[in-house]
């Protein structure tokens, strides 16, 4: 069983970059296609960023597009996500979540998911 844990949620300032990481535990991070979501209260939880389990293909919400990295070091079995030029509206709640199907991110249907870090873009 796979067990996701996030760290590097925060304050952060309007304009400012967030890097997020998520570490994995349980099963080889590298049979896994991974991803970053996340979620406000009262609204529906929104797909930020994807990568396929051989780190090639990584795809990205269109909030995001141009200003967000997803990355993966299966060596160390952890993942990562950079956002840059943060609005205030990013603020959420951001969860990890991996699953052995790379099309599972893309239609939101992720097997294993972190319990979330909190993000607020705030000045």
């Known amino acids: 069983q796979l067990q996701l844990v996030e760290s590097g949620g925060g304050l952060v300032q309007p304009g400012g970059s967030l890097r997020l990481s998520c570490a994995a535990s349980g099963d080889p991070l590298a049979l896994y296609a991974v991803g970053w979501f996340r979620r406000v209260p009262g609204k529906a939880r929104e797909r930020v960023a994807c990568?396929?389990?051989?780190?090639?293909?990584?795809h990205y919400a269109d909030v995001v597009e141009g200003r967000a990295t997803i990355s993966r070091d299966d060596a160390k079995n952890t993942f990562d996500m950079q956002v840059n030029s943060l609005k205030p509206e990013a603020t959420a709640d951001y969860l990890c979540?991996?699953?052995?199907?790379?099309?599972?991110?893309?239609?939101?249907?992720?097997?294993?998911w972190g319990k979330g870090a909190l993000v607020t873009v705030s000045s």
């Open positions: 990568l396929n389990n051989y780190g090639t293909v990584p």
């Open positions: 979540a991996a699953d052995k199907s790379d099309f599972a991110c893309l239609t939101d249907e992720m097997d294993y």
